[in-house]
């Protein structure tokens, strides 16, 4: 009888020590993973997840003050209502999420707050999986702690996708409009906004030049809760909804 218990108390041991072995071996991968102090405070690099340039010094960098406000006031109606009070996490909205992607049964609604989405898109790949998952939180925790939130905002708005190959709001504004950022109207802020959760399929309205049902209530559901917030003034809501049936008119189409 003393001799199983110890084997088992050897065979315990031993499992512990390779338990131990492997929780810092992964610990010591997520460290050497994670971004440096110098990374996030970096102007100019290239991101990991698409390659974009993200520079301060180019050309086509957009100054968080050279955008409308109202499309600053539309990307955070619809991306991250609290992101001006958070620190990196919207608990209630992940509550939210979790909810309803459990009553679903598959993933219906994300729960990311911009910097969540501008930690993976900086710095992780495309996969989706726990590891990757962890690293988002640090790295989102790490961007909160080393930037201000302008920085963070005017960061995201130069890296964010809009469609096929089209990345950042000056890229945006000029694939779409044919002009640059400051001279968007409501309407066309709201329709890159509309873009973003799945750029690629929701840019389907722009290629038939109409509207798709999906796209033209979301927009107008934008726009109303800007009016709402008096991000617009009432004759600037009602000139939007006019000129949205012909959002597109006067921009030739991209092939």
């Known amino acids: 009888m003393k001799s199983m218990t110890a084997l088992v108390q050897r065979v315990g041991f031993r499992l512990a020590v390779i338990?131990?072995?492997?929780?810092?071996f992964y610990l010591g991968v997520v460290y050497f993973s994670l971004p440096s102090e110098q990374d996030i405070q970096n102007t100019c690099f290239r991101t990991k997840m698409f390659g974009v340039e993200l520079c301060e010094k180019r050309k086509n960098y957009v100054r968080l003050g050279a955008v409308p406000k109202h499309f600053i006031n539309l990307l955070l109606?619809?991306?991250?209502?609290s992101f001006w009070s958070h620190q990196g996490f919207?608990?209630?909205?992940?509550?939210?999420?979790?909810?309803t992607n459990w009553e679903k049964g598959y993933f219906a609604r994300g729960g990311s707050t911009i910097t969540q989405q501008l930690a993976r898109n900086l710095f992780l790949n495309r996969q989706k999986n726990l590891h990757r998952k962890l690293l988002e939180a640090i790295i989102t925790m790490r961007l909160e702690a080393l930037l201000t939130k302008k920085q963070i905002l005017e960061r995201y708005i130069n890296v964010v996708q809009f469609g096929q190959n089209v990345f950042g709001i000056s890229q945006a504004s000029n694939?779409?409009?044919?002009?640059?950022?400051?001279?968007?109207?409501p309407e066309e802020s709201a329709f890159l906004v509309m873009l973003l959760p799945?750029?690629?399929?929701?840019?389907k309205s722009f290629y038939q030049k109409k509207l798709t049902r999906f796209a033209?209530?979301?927009?107008?559901?934008?726009?109303?809760k800007l009016w709402i917030t008096q991000g617009i003034s009432d004759e600037e809501y009602q000139a939007s909804l006019v000129r949205l049936p012909s959002i597109f008119e006067g921009h030739d189409q991209v092939e």
């Open 175 to 185: 694939y779409y409009f044919k002009k640059s950022p400051n001279l968007l109207r």
């Open 216 to 224: 033209e209530g979301r927009i107008k559901t934008l726009l109303r």
């Open 19 to 24: 338990l131990s072995l492997v929780v810092w």
């Open 77 to 81: 109606l619809a991306e991250d209502a």
């Open 198 to 203: 799945n750029p690629e399929r929701n840019a």
């Open 90 to 99: 919207d608990w209630e909205e992940i509550k939210n999420s979790f909810v």
